[in-house]
């Protein structure tokens, strides 16, 4: 009998286990939504690869729910909640995730998750290395070093947080591949003018009053108490026909200094609403209807909220540091960040020149083309897989 002539199967695509904690889905920032838009992508190349679910075990009810109605995938639960499990693995590598996934060729982390991967390859996701080493206690430089000793690959979400990362850790230099982040398939179509005037009304905006919008949690390298003074500068805004909407959560301490900071002003006229936290059409809807998008963050490696404002043509405001530069491009009106009257003149340039911002709006709409979710996981395949 010949060799050739004997009817051989089809090769096996590699296998990948998406592996996140389940229990960051409520209120998700950009790590979140990052790590379940990539899941979401990936599991439309399965020709590519064998994708399967990984998670610690779930606390929340809402959270389990999704992840029940997610693909028609291999998943797992482990016994443990993620927390749990990572810091078990900080002091254990034994028993790995393979333990009860089975065997795989890659464990994908799309943050930096310390993942005992046994005799898999690990790849993680860093974020904002920078809000790392300077913003997070001693233990988080700890745990990244260890972590990034053994990662196989390590994907970064901009040019300037690879800068950044490999200057941190020079023995990465190899291992480290750009892939971006990107806003969501909702946010690259119009909102109506229905859900514009809708979500006005949700935001406590009279219909007819312009605001500026901010989309950030309340953590201090965001900048919102900067920014509250210096929208309270904008000629606009401390007359009162111009309104600040600050999209986003915090803890109480945190939502407390900055209700302080607006009294303060000591200016009734001025009106700051502290809208909470908007996903989906209402976020869409807020970025569409709003004046501009201000974004004075003291420490960005990308900011997923500036990609999704211009993809709505809206008009963004934003520091010229850390890595804001690298995503709106020519399309921001750029600030110092830790100067009130470079913020509000910031603003009031963008207010005051129709034709300069239309450019820009179309500017940030070419560039906004160019993020899409689904882009993001073909590099990552074709960087594991190649």
């Given at each position: 009998m010949i060799l050739d002539d004997l009817a051989m199967p089809n090769a096996l695509p590699p296998s990948m286990?998406?592996?996140y904690d389940m229990d960051a889905l409520r209120s998700p920032a950009g790590v979140t939504r990052h790590a379940v838009a990539m899941r979401k992508e990936l599991s439309k190349f399965s020709a590519q690869v064998r994708l399967s679910l990984a998670t610690g075990r779930i606390q929340d009810p809402d959270n389990l729910a999704t992840w029940e109605t997610w693909d028609d995938l291999p998943r797992i639960e482990l016994p443990c909640s993620t927390r749990t499990m990572l810091r078990y693995w900080w002091l254990s590598s034994w028993p790995p995730l393979t333990a009860w996934t089975g065997q795989a060729d890659w464990i994908y982390a799309p943050a930096e998750l310390a993942v005992a991967k046994g005799h898999a390859k690990l790849a993680v996701t860093s974020h904002d290395i920078a809000q790392d080493?300077?913003?997070?206690?001693?233990?988080?430089?700890?745990?990244?070093?260890?972590?990034?000793?053994?990662?196989?690959?390590v994907f970064s979400v901009s040019p300037y947080n690879t800068s950044e990362l490999l200057n941190a850790y020079p023995h990465l230099d190899g291992r480290v591949a750009l892939v971006p982040n990107a806003a969501d398939d909702l946010f690259h179509?119009?909102?109506?003018?229905e859900e514009k005037v809708s979500v006005k009304k949700q935001l406590g905006v009279p219909e007819h009053k312009p605001y500026l919008?901010?989309?950030?949690?309340?953590?201090?390298?965001?900048?919102?108490?900067?920014?509250?003074?210096?929208?309270?500068?904008?000629?606009?805004?401390?007359?009162?026909?111009?309104?600040?909407?600050?999209?986003?959560?915090?803890?109480?301490?945190?939502?407390?200094?900055?209700?302080?900071?607006?009294?303060?002003l000591k200016n009734p006229k001025v009106q700051i609403q502290m809208a909470g936290y908007l996903q989906g059409s209402a976020l869409r809807a807020a970025y569409a209807a709003a004046a501009a998008l201000v974004f004075p963050s003291l420490c960005e490696s990308?900011?997923?909220p500036v990609l999704e404002a211009i993809s709505q043509g809206c008009p963004v405001a934003l520091a010229n540091t850390t890595g804001l530069p690298d995503v709106a491009k020519d399309s921001g009106w750029y600030f110092h960040p830790d100067s009130a009257?470079?913020?509000?003149?910031?603003?009031s340039n963008l207010l005051a020149d129709t034709q300069l911002r239309e450019a820009r709006i179309a500017a940030g709409l070419e560039i906004s083309r160019h993020y899409r979710w689904n882009n993001s996981a073909r590099m990552v395949l074709d960087f594991l897989l190649k």
């Amino acid at each position: 009998m010949i060799l050739d002539d004997l009817a051989m199967p089809n090769a096996l695509p590699p296998s990948m286990v998406w592996f996140y904690d389940m229990d960051a889905l409520r209120s998700p920032a950009g790590v979140t939504r990052h790590a379940v838009a990539m899941r979401k992508e990936l599991s439309k190349f399965s020709a590519q690869v064998r994708l399967s679910l990984a998670t610690g075990r779930i606390q929340d009810p809402d959270n389990l729910a999704t992840w029940e109605t997610w693909d028609d995938l291999p998943r797992i639960e482990l016994p443990c909640s993620t927390r749990t499990m990572l810091r078990y693995w900080w002091l254990s590598s034994w028993p790995p995730l393979t333990a009860w996934t089975g065997q795989a060729d890659w464990i994908y982390a799309p943050a930096e998750l310390a993942v005992a991967k046994g005799h898999a390859k690990l790849a993680v996701t860093s974020h904002d290395i920078a809000q790392d080493l300077r913003w997070q206690p001693p233990r988080r430089k700890a745990l990244l070093d260890k972590l990034f000793q053994v990662a196989d690959k390590v994907f970064s979400v901009s040019p300037y947080n690879t800068s950044e990362l490999l200057n941190a850790y020079p023995h990465l230099d190899g291992r480290v591949a750009l892939v971006p982040n990107a806003a969501d398939d909702l946010f690259h179509t119009p909102a109506s003018e229905e859900e514009k005037v809708s979500v006005k009304k949700q935001l406590g905006v009279p219909e007819h009053k312009p605001y500026l919008l901010s989309v950030a949690n309340f953590q201090p390298r965001k900048n919102l108490e900067m920014l509250i003074r210096a929208s309270a500068m904008v000629p606009e805004v401390a007359s009162g026909e111009m309104a600040v909407v600050l999209v986003g959560e915090g803890a109480e301490d945190q939502t407390r200094r900055l209700n302080q900071t607006i009294i303060a002003l000591k200016n009734p006229k001025v009106q700051i609403q502290m809208a909470g936290y908007l996903q989906g059409s209402a976020l869409r809807a807020a970025y569409a209807a709003a004046a501009a998008l201000v974004f004075p963050s003291l420490c960005e490696s990308f900011g997923i909220p500036v990609l999704e404002a211009i993809s709505q043509g809206c008009p963004v405001a934003l520091a010229n540091t850390t890595g804001l530069p690298d995503v709106a491009k020519d399309s921001g009106w750029y600030f110092h960040p830790d100067s009130a009257e470079s913020i509000a003149s910031t603003i009031s340039n963008l207010l005051a020149d129709t034709q300069l911002r239309e450019a820009r709006i179309a500017a940030g709409l070419e560039i906004s083309r160019h993020y899409r979710w689904n882009n993001s996981a073909r590099m990552v395949l074709d960087f594991l897989l190649k």
